[in-house]
């Protein structure tokens, strides 16, 4: 992931990277903050690549605009896959729109406040179906789809060959807190109601204890992301509570009959994975219970839940193969990225996209061999053997005919200006 040039759109004013931490820089990012953005100039062709200037409490910073995302060089850190490329595709854009400011608003299944109490309609309705008919474009996004957004939007769906540090559980929470600060729930933020991985006595304890406890005040829903804690059979056997790593500040995640079941029909892969010692993120959407004056500890009652699988670097995985290609992608010093799907199942993407192809490069892994998954294999040898679209072709293991990975194309020597 690299840092280009900004060009400020008002005053034409050219910062290299080597100058994005002058007083200079700060002072003109001051300037066009409300007023203007930014340009990168990251390509050299025609097209406007804006990013936003965007305020975090004293720092002033860029972020990218989701709709001209794609349009950056393919190792800027402002670059994402295009909504067509993704299953943002099918949602309308009630369920996701794009601020001006570089913000997003969404609709949520279940929103973060409860309904009035004149309101007829169940508060703790049933989770959203995993999957969607076939065509249809939702007006609302489900927890699944939020957690996907958020990792889409934090870029940590992406792996670069020279990517500079290791990703841990906090350094998530805290990529994944800068999201929700641009997530417009209604008339929140996402940030006012997200409870993300903590250490005990840590910053981050601090800010869930705080969020808890405004939450018993506002009647706020709450929502947790985190690490599902190492699979303890005795504990977890029967799934009474869904129990986080890192989980200081989080309430007691209680799962009741209807909402244990759903989870255990809709991510069976995932709670395996877990089983096998794998990591598997959660995104938990609850309502607290009273407050108990005879105990110090905060419980609530699990509304939904959605579950992630992730590899060492916290890429999303959707198999076991897929785990070992991604581990092969990454010991071959290759960039690449994960298309998140979130509730597009009938939709044709890859498994990985390569980003040092020069241009759009599928790659794929094939494991199994039902009719259904044959047909989806037939679509994507379809839809891939375009010239046009694909002018370097792609690329397939078929771990059925073939045990061992076969050679990976050669990466097109990147000779961007970037300094």
Not at 45 to 61: A, D, F, P, T, Y
Not at 121 to 144: D, H, Q, W
Request: neutral net charge.
């Amino acid at each position: 992931m690299r840092n280009f040039a900004i060009k400020i759109a008002s005053t034409g004013e050219v910062f290299p990277p080597s100058k994005q931490s002058d007083q200079a820089w700060f002072e003109a990012l001051e300037k066009a903050h409300r007023t203007t953005h930014g340009l990168c100039l990251c390509l050299d062709n025609h097209q406007e690549r804006r990013v936003s200037i965007r305020r975090k409490g004293k720092n002033l910073h860029l972020a990218r605009f989701r709709n001209t995302s794609h349009l950056h060089h393919k190792k800027c850190r402002f670059y994402a896959l295009s909504s067509e490329q993704t299953g943002l595709q099918g949602y309308t854009t009630d369920a996701v729109r794009d601020h001006e400011d570089g913000g997003l608003s969404i609709q949520l299944e279940r929103g973060l406040t409860p309904p009035r109490e004149a309101d007829d309609r169940n508060p703790n309705l049933p989770a959203t179906p995993r999957v969607r008919a076939p065509g249809e474009r939702r007006n609302k996004i489900s927890l699944g789809g939020l957690l996907h957004l958020l990792w889409s939007e934090a870029s940590l769906n992406v792996w670069y060959s020279d990517q500079p540090s290791k990703r841990w559980d906090q350094k998530v929470g805290n990529a994944l807190l800068r999201q929700a600060e641009r997530f417009h729930v209604g008339h929140r933020t996402l940030d006012e109601a997200i409870l993300l991985p903590a250490k005990k006595d840590e910053h981050e304890h601090q800010r869930n204890q705080s969020i808890v406890n405004n939450a018993y005040r506002s009647g706020l829903r709450l929502v947790a992301i985190g690490p599902l804690a190492r699979f303890d059979y005795t504990r977890d056997e029967d799934l009474p509570q869904l129990r986080l790593g890192a989980p200081f500040g989080i309430p007691k995640l209680l799962l009741d009959e209807a909402t244990r079941s759903a989870l255990c029909r809709s991510y069976a892969n995932e709670l395996g994975a877990w089983q096998r010692g794998e990591k598997v993120y959660a995104i938990v959407q609850m309502a607290l219970q009273a407050k108990n004056q005879k105990s110090f500890a905060d419980v609530a009652d699990v509304l939904d839940v959605s579950l992630l699988r992730l590899s060492a670097r916290f890429i999303p995985l959707d198999s076991s193969y897929e785990g070992v290609l991604e581990q092969h992608l990454v010991d071959a010093g290759r960039s690449f990225t994960k298309p998140m799907k979130f509730d597009h199942n009938d939709a044709v993407f890859p498994d990985f996209w390569l980003l040092d192809m020069g241009c759009d490069y599928p790659v794929e892994v094939f494991g199994m061999n039902t009719p259904e998954y044959l047909q989806r294999k037939a679509d994507k040898f379809d839809l891939y053997d375009n010239p046009k679209k694909y002018p370097k072709g792609w690329w397939y293991w078929d771990v059925l005919e073939h045990g061992e990975i076969p050679s990976l194309p050669t990466a097109e020597q990147d000779n961007a200006e970037h300094n």
